[in-house]
């Protein structure tokens, strides 16, 4: 195998998606597509950051924020708001999909090993928070995928 080969198999193709006042960081395959955002239906006697059920790909599937989940204030989607719908990692559960809402477009980045740095996680940060990095200067929080599909199941079952 040569360099280049070895190389681009260490590299993680990721996004960016910018939230209000930090990035998080998730790996392109986790992302199912980005939408506009748009006003998803009220779900009754849900938790603060469950925003709703939307309507995608003839399917409903639950809108969460994560900054509510992290215990800040819900966020008021701006201009360019638009919503990450995000493939659950084990595809057979139900449902199969959720939308994050983000701020604005996210960005594409090659993540490779020394483009990254572990920053240490605060004690008060919450379980949804896997890991805090350094990616390419940029300030990120890598989410606990297991735990925000967690919290979504748990609304409804």
């Known amino acids: 195998m040569t360099l280049t080969a070895t190389a681009a198999v260490r ?20 992302v199912a597509e980005i939408i506009p955002y748009e006003e998803p239906d009220p779900v009754a006697k849900a938790p603060d950051w469950m925003l709703g059920m939307l309507l995608w790909r003839d399917r409903k599937i639950p809108m969460i924020s994560f900054e509510a989940i992290c215990g800040a204030p819900r966020p008021v989607p701006g201009p360019r ?19 994050l809402a983000i701020q604005d477009l996210p960005h594409l980045v ?7 740095r572990v920053v240490e996680v605060p004690k008060t940060t919450h379980p949804a928070v896997r890991q805090m990095v350094e990616v ?20 409804f079952f």
């Open 11 to 30: 590299a993680v193709r990721s996004l960016l998606l910018p939230i209000t006042d930090h990035l998080l960081l998730l790996p392109n395959a986790a």
């Open 136 to 155: 390419y200067g940029e300030f990120a929080q890598i989410p606990s995928l297991e735990t925000l599909e967690a919290m979504v199941r748990n609304v």
């Open 110 to 116: 090659q993540v490779e090993p020394d483009g990254v």
């Open 81 to 99: 708001a638009r919503l990450a719908v995000i493939n659950v990692l084990e595809g057979s559960q139900d449902p199969p999909f959720y939308a």
